[in-house]
């Protein structure tokens, strides 16, 4: 089992930035992919962001490319994701997921992760 604890979401102004963690417990976090993810009301949840157990593989959805960056400290068992350059679009549930078991393929949909945080609220204001 992997229990994930997202936390760091809130109101911002657009343009502004804000610094999302996730923290891992139960079975071992340096060998999980992590990934983050987001929901707004009435849409699919989409991917934002993945990293490697390694760290040495990240990738982004293409909406936060460039403005969004994906970090993970093994040693604290938490991953965290930086977003700047907030736009009234990006406001949504961000919810981080784990894949607790090894695939080599990136992981970029909900199917490729079978753990999941609560989710933090992130709200921008224009």
């Known amino acids: 089992q992997v229990q994930l604890v997202e936390s760091g979401g809130g109101l911002v102004q657009a343009g502004g930035s804000l610094k999302l963690s996730c923290a891992a417990s139960?079975?071992?976090?340096?060998?999980?992919?992590m990934g983050w993810f987001r929901q707004a009301p009435g849409k699919e949840r989409e991917f934002v962001a993945g990293?490697?157990?390694?760290?040495?593989?990240?990738y982004y959805g293409d909406s936060v490319k460039g403005r969004f960056t994906i970090s993970r400290d093994n040693a604290k068992n938490t991953v965290y994701l930086q977003m700047n350059s907030l736009k009234p679009e990006d406001p949504a549930v961000y919810y981080c997921?784990?894949?607790?078991?090894?695939?080599?393929?990136?992981?970029?949909?909900?199917?490729?992760?079978?753990?999941w945080g609560q989710g933090t609220q992130v709200t921008v204001s224009s």
């Open positions: 997921a784990a894949r607790s078991y090894f695939d080599s393929r990136y992981a970029l949909t909900q199917n490729d992760y079978n753990y």
């Open positions: 139960g079975r071992t976090f340096s060998s999980n992919t």
């Open positions: 990293i490697s157990w390694t760290g040495g593989r990240i």
